[in-house]
């Protein structure tokens, strides 16, 4: 929420909340077009990702795939979609740069 109010978006931005609304395989596969990735959506440090050991396993593109749409926990959040653009995470940096993004709007 914090992250939210810092960007101040706009009423027209849709919220989901992927905890109450599964994160679709088509919602996925358009994140992954625009990142470029899986791995890069995807978060190592969920809880599950050390409790499944998941560290020491080869992971490839399908495998990320495959846990992201298995559990919400594995999705880097706050994943922001601004057209084109993908903003994926937290660090102070991704939202400075959404934040640039949006105020070039």
Known sequence: M????ELNLSSDFI??????YEITVKQLEEMRNISG???SLFSKRAKLYKEMDLKNQSL???DYK???LEHYTFLKRP???IGNRIFIGNSKNV???A????NEQ
Not at 15 to 20: A, G, M, R, S, T
Not at 99 to 102: G, N, W, Y
């Open 15 to 20: 919220l989901q909340d992927i905890k109450e």
């Open 60 to 62: 490839y593109e399908k």
């Open 2 to 5: 914090r992250i939210l109010k």
């Open 66 to 68: 495959h846990y992201i």
């Open 37 to 39: 990735s899986y791995e």
């Open 95 to 97: 939202v400075n740069q």
């Open 79 to 81: 994943v922001i979609i």
């Open 99 to 102: 934040k640039q993004f949006l």
